[in-house]
């Protein structure tokens, strides 16, 4: 196979390599190839944030930067953008940036390992935020700094850190200049001759993604690499080719439907879940529940269903929502709801010259319910992540629950679960129980049994069996009160107080 060149603009320069295998990751890419030592190697799993690095794309005539792990991010992935690391923030005169400034003067770093990520985290937070005259609350930063870990501070400096930008002078990129420079490499990439040889294809279009994928049924087929990069870095694997959807335009979009919208299989999670809370508000603190924001901002929801983990907390609700998805071939496409997409254990009913195009996700049956109504046609929606951590955790026992009631009678029912199978299922006999019956205490009971009897489930270093069937019934108990109205039952429901700095 022939190599690919990567360019890429950092520091206001185009960097162009050559000879990158198709498996190297860009933290392995920055630290061993280009030097750039201060993005640090934790993890090798996207969990600890100490690789973070920053990312940035145009996005309706500005920059949209992303904080990402680059320690499971393929180096090929970032070809055409612009890239930040720690060493890139400062000043010529070697001023810092305020996203440095403020972790001095908050005394946000101890042992300093996990500091170049939480700087670059907070980086994200000031170009997508403070910048466009948001401020930074303690809840945001909280979330934005979801997937930085330290053990040495507390956090609570970095939080007051997060909030100190706000009081420094301000910096701002030259983002004339960047999207020109990413313009100009795009309309490169584009007038290209094809390399169907080379080790890592990255098309532009869905029609030359879908000939490629007939071409070459053997590559690997990656997005946004939050699960394959794992296959690098803990199972050492090497690709002999890559084929990469996540610059496909007709796949980077999110599509709004009379009774749906259809969600790219290159939109990145962070993307989908916002167009989905759109839709639901009452999902934003589910969504902002998985994983971490720079696995948010890496990942697509596409990848995520076509990987398929028993443990993804999308598919539960997906599931529960009534989601289909569309697969496309150059022989055409089909459409199936997303539960029947499974065959088993991270097996699926994809042909090999098949890739997943959308997922369609419905809109919802009717007006929005407040807390505790769900009677009057609208629809009650619930979903729960239960994990030893809260946040930046992987689910023990995922479950969604939609409800449609029509004077006291459940009229529609979906359940979605996760962590209970080898797939991500759909809970029918759980639904059964409940469909056409009136929403009551003891509906709730029946249902909540026949959840805990309908699957069995494994145990592992997360939970024991009887603890994941037990826990499933008692959800179906906890939807019962919060349809009546009682709050504060669950962590969701807390809510990080305001601190106001000194």
Same mark, same amino acid.
């Given at each position: 196979?022939?190599?690919?060149?990567?360019?890429?603009?950092?520091?206001?320069?185009?960097v162009?390599?050559?000879?990158?295998p198709?498996?190297?990751?860009?933290?392995?890419?920055?630290?061993?190839?280009?030097?750039?030592?201060?993005?640090?190697?934790?993890?090798?799993?996207?969990?600890?944030?100490?690789?973070?690095?920053?990312?940035?794309?145009?996005?309706?005539?500005?920059?949209?930067?992303?904080?990402?792990?680059?320690?499971?991010?393929?180096?090929?992935?970032?070809?055409?953008?612009?890239?930040?690391?720690?060493?890139?923030?400062?000043?010529?005169?070697?001023?810092?940036?305020?996203?440095?400034?403020?972790?001095?003067?908050?005394?946000?770093?101890?042992?300093?390992?996990?500091?170049?990520?939480?700087?670059?985290?907070l980086?994200?937070?000031?170009?997508?935020?403070?910048?466009?005259?948001?401020?930074?609350?303690?809840?945001?930063?909280?979330?934005?700094?979801s997937?930085?870990?330290?053990?040495?501070?507390?956090?609570?400096?970095?939080l007051? %850190? @997060? *909030?100190?930008? #706000?009081?420094?002078?301000? !910096?701002?990129?030259?983002?004339?200049?960047?999207? +020109? $420079?990413? /313009?100009?490499?795009?309309?490169?990439?584009?007038?290209?001759?094809?390399?169907?040889?080379?080790?890592?294809?990255?098309?532009?279009?869905?029609?030359?993604?879908?000939?490629?994928?007939?071409?070459?049924? %053997? @590559? *690997?087929?990656? #997005?946004?690499?939050?699960? !394959?990069?794992?296959?690098?870095?803990?199972?050492q +694997? $090497?690709? /002999?080719?890559v084929?990469?959807?996540?610059?496909?335009?007709?796949?980077?979009?999110?599509?709004?439907?009379?009774?749906?919208?259809?969600?790219?299989?290159?939109?990145?999670?962070?993307?989908?879940?916002?167009a989905?809370?759109?839709?639901?508000?009452?999902?934003?603190?589910?969504?902002?529940?998985?994983?971490?924001?720079?696995?948010?901002?890496?990942?697509?929801?596409?990848?995520?269903?076509?990987n398929?983990?028993?443990?993804?907390d999308?598919?539960?609700?997906?599931?529960?929502?009534?989601?289909?998805?569309?697969?496309?071939?150059?022989?055409?496409?089909?459409?199936?709801?997303?539960?029947?997409?499974?065959?088993?254990?991270r097996?699926?009913?994809?042909?090999?010259?098949e890739?997943?195009?959308?997922?369609?996700?419905?809109?919802?049956?009717?007006?929005?319910?407040?807390?505790?109504?769900?009677e009057?046609?609208?629809?009650?929606?619930?979903?729960?992540?239960?994990?030893?951590?809260?946040?930046?955790?992987?689910?023990?026992?995922c479950?969604?629950i939609?409800?449609?009631?029509?004077?006291?009678?459940?009229?529609?029912?979906?359940?979605?679960?996760?962590?209970v199978?080898?797939?991500?299922?759909?809970?029918?006999?759980?639904?059964?129980?409940?469909?056409?019956?009136?929403?009551?205490?003891?509906?709730?009971?029946?249902?909540?049994?026949?959840?805990?009897?309908?699957?069995k489930?494994?145990?592992?270093?997360?939970?024991?069996?009887g603890?994941?069937?037990?826990?499933l019934?008692?959800?179906?108990?906890?939807?019962?009160?919060?349809?009546?109205?009682?709050?504060?039952?669950?962590?969701?429901?807390?809510?990080?107080?305001?601190?106001?700095l000194?």
């Amino acid at each position: 196979m022939e190599p690919r060149t990567i360019r890429f603009i950092r520091r206001g320069e185009l960097v162009s390599l050559n000879n990158v295998p198709p498996e190297r990751t860009l933290l392995e890419l920055l630290r061993e190839d280009l030097g750039a030592t201060g993005t640090k190697e934790g993890c090798g799993e996207g969990d600890c944030g100490a690789c973070t690095v920053v990312l940035a794309e145009p996005d309706h005539g500005r920059l949209k930067y992303r904080a990402i792990n680059a320690c499971i991010r393929l180096a090929h992935s970032i070809d055409g953008m612009a890239l930040w690391t720690v060493e890139d923030l400062a000043g010529p005169d070697g001023t810092l940036h305020p996203a440095q400034e403020a972790m001095v003067q908050a005394h946000g770093s101890q042992c300093g390992f996990c500091t170049p990520g939480f700087v670059m985290s907070l980086f994200g937070v000031y170009q997508n935020h403070l910048l466009r005259g948001e401020p930074v609350t303690r809840a945001l930063a909280q979330e934005e700094l979801s997937g930085n870990l330290c053990r040495c501070t507390g956090y609570r400096p970095i939080l007051d %850190a @997060a *909030q100190a930008m #706000a009081n420094l002078p301000r !910096v701002q990129q030259d983002e004339p200049t960047i999207l +020109r $420079q990413l /313009e100009e490499l795009r309309a490169r990439r584009a007038l290209a001759a094809p390399q169907p040889s080379a080790s890592y294809l990255s098309p532009l279009t869905l029609p030359e993604l879908l000939r490629l994928r007939a071409d070459h049924p %053997a @590559a *690997q087929l990656v #997005a946004g690499c939050t699960d !394959v990069g794992l296959w690098v870095t803990k199972l050492q +694997r $090497q690709f /002999e080719q890559v084929l990469d959807v996540t610059q496909v335009e007709e796949l980077r979009r999110v599509e709004p439907y009379e009774h749906h919208i259809a969600i790219g299989a290159a939109v990145t999670l962070t993307a989908a879940f916002e167009a989905i809370a759109q839709q639901r508000p009452q999902l934003k603190t589910f969504f902002a529940r998985f994983a971490g924001l720079p696995v948010r901002n890496a990942g697509t929801l596409g990848g995520n269903v076509a990987n398929g983990s028993p443990i993804g907390d999308s598919m539960p609700l997906l599931i529960a929502l009534g989601a289909h998805v569309v697969l496309l071939s150059v022989r055409g496409h089909r459409e199936m709801p997303l539960e029947r997409f499974y065959t088993g254990y991270r097996q699926n009913v994809l042909a090999p010259d098949e890739v997943v195009g959308w997922i369609k996700v419905p809109r919802p049956a009717g007006p929005l319910p407040q807390a505790g109504e769900g009677e009057g046609g609208g629809e009650f929606l619930r979903a729960y992540k239960i994990s030893k951590r809260y946040d930046d955790d992987i689910s023990a026992v995922c479950l969604a629950i939609r409800m449609r009631l029509a004077e006291g009678v459940v009229a529609e029912v979906g359940i979605g679960a996760g962590g209970v199978a080898a797939t991500p299922v759909r809970a029918v006999q759980a639904e059964a129980a409940l469909r056409g019956q009136p929403w009551t205490e003891q509906a709730a009971r029946r249902a909540a049994a026949a959840l805990g009897a309908e699957f069995k489930p494994i145990s592992d270093m997360r939970a024991c069996a009887g603890y994941r069937a037990e826990v499933l019934a008692n959800l179906m108990q906890r939807c019962w009160l919060e349809t009546q109205g009682h709050a504060n039952i669950n962590l969701e429901s807390f809510r990080l107080e305001e601190v106001a700095l000194p």
